[in-house]
């Protein structure tokens, strides 16, 4: 494709169309609820009335489905060669669009999970022209070419722990969009940079839809949340997009630009996760330490609750969270370069360690002042 397309007014035009075409699909979608008196629910798991319905989700998998269709005549993409991925995202959907309103256990939750990642992973992995599991480190922490079961369980804790991670953030309204909106930003970007632009048409998709649930939920009375639905999709691309970074690091115009060593990726890869991967990793360390499954339901253990209980809004909490994993994923990128893989999992974990105090003093002394 010639350089010299003018890909800023594809982008933007995909955007509005995703834009306009979420309104509308929202608009029928709604209706149907409204007609079924399907808008106000029983929370499947706590048995409490909801306010808002928590199915939006699906609206991404239909958004995805005709998005990819109509665009895959477009010479400079190629939705076949992740066709996979994307038949994937839309069976975890329709999952989480099942568990939206019929309760499901956490254990049938990780089987079905365990089950859609296995088959992906397991097909990637046989497929000699794939380039979509992690099978090479580059160096970091001294680790280059893995083997193939090793490889295999890498790549399927990953996903897994991601999806994991990022349901989470569905429990606050707009934490979740935000989250997504901010990071599909820097994959456009990042893969706009490295000319994979099937990869960029995907991020402009997400975004689009991300943008409007951010002015539904919060400038509408006809509210939808995303729920498990949503959750489940936008994890299981954050996970994806992550493994493609790490993959096509060495081939990159992104690494040769800023000058980014290879064995550092992973780390940098993590940074834009490192909340929700944070949070994640606290709660189930609660969790073992009172002697409880790290499986078991959700209490008020999270980061957003520690900040809501705090006095913050809904909308404040999810800006103030996401302005967090930014500033940590700008950080780990600036001091990248004079560090090695070694040195920069130490600095990882010192902020992580500078947050772990900075939530534990908020809970203790409940501190409005300071937020």
Same mark, same amino acid.
């Given at each position: 494709?010639n ?5 800023i007014i594809?982008?933007s035009?995909l955007?509005?169309v995703?834009?306009f075409?979420?309104k509308?699909?929202?608009? *029928?979608?709604?209706?149907f609820l409204?007609?079924?008196? +399907? ?8 048995k *409490?009335?909801v ?6 989700g ?9 998005s990819?269709?109509?665009?895959d005549?477009?010479?400079?993409v190629d ?5 996979p ?11 989480g669009f099942?568990?939206?309103?019929l309760?499901?256990?956490n254990?049938? *939750?990780?089987?079905l ?16 022209y ?5 099978d090479?480190?580059n160096?970091?922490l001294?680790?280059?070419e893995?083997?193939?079961i090793?490889s ?7 996903y ?7 349901s ?5 309204t707009?934490?979740?969009?935000i989250?997504s ?5 820097s994959?456009l ?5 490295n ?7 995907i991020s402009?998709?997400?975004?689009g ?20 639905s949503?959750?489940f999709f936008?994890?299981f691309?954050?996970?994806y ?7 096509t690091?060495p081939?990159?115009n992104?690494v ?6 290879l064995e ?5 890869a993590?940074s834009l996760?490192?909340?929700?991967i944070y ?13 409880k499954?790290?499986?078991s339901?959700?209490?008020r253990?999270h980061?957003h609750?520690?900040l +809501?209980d ?7 909490t999810?800006?103030?969270l996401?302005?967090?994993n ?8 600036l001091?990248?370069p004079?560090?090695n893989?070694?040195?920069?999992i130490l600095?990882?974990t010192f902020?992580s ?11 203790q002394?409940k501190?409005?002042s300071?937020?």
């Open positions: 494709m350089s010299e397309f003018p890909y594809y982008y035009g955007f509005l995703i834009f075409l979420s509308f699909i929202f608009s *029928k979608y709604y209706s409204k007609r079924f008196s +399907l808008l106000n629910l029983y929370n499947s798991s706590t *409490k009335k306010k808002h319905n928590k199915s939006g699906i609206i991404y998998a239909i958004i995805l489905m005709v990819t269709l109509s665009l005549n477009l010479d400079f939705f076949k060669k992740i066709s991925e994307i038949a994937t995202s839309i069976l975890i959907v329709f999952f099942y568990k939206d309103f309760k499901v256990s254990f049938q *939750k990780y089987i999970l365990t089950f859609f990642i296995s088959m992906l992973v397991y097909s990637s992995a046989i497929d000699i794939n380039n979509s599991i992690i090479n480190l160096g970091f001294g680790i280059y893995i083997n193939p090793s295999f369980i890498i790549n399927f804790l990953f897994l722990s991601v999806i994991n991670a990022i989470r953030l569905g429990n606050v707009g934490y979740l969009t989250f909106l901010l990071f599909f930003i994959m970007y990042i893969n706009d940079l000319d994979f632009y099937t990869l960029s048409s402009t998709i997400i975004i839809v991300c943008v409007f649930f951010i002015f539904n939920n919060f400038l509408t009375k006809t509210k939808i949340l995303v729920g498990d949503g959750s936008m994890g691309w954050i996970a997009f992550i493994i493609q970074y790490v993959m690091a081939n990159s992104l040769s630009i800023f000058s980014i060593k550092n990726i992973p780390v940098i993590l996760i490192s909340i929700p949070d994640m990793m606290r709660v189930i360390l609660i969790r073992v330490i009172r002697f499954s790290p499986f339901e959700d209490k253990w980061l609750h520690i +809501l705090s006095g913050m809004s809904e909308l404040r999810s800006l103030f996401s302005f967090i930014c500033f940590n994923c700008i950080l780990i990128f001091i990248e004079s560090l893989s070694k040195e920069l600095v990882f902020i360690l500078f947050w772990y105090a900075f939530f534990e003093f908020v809970k002394n501190t409005k300071i937020l």
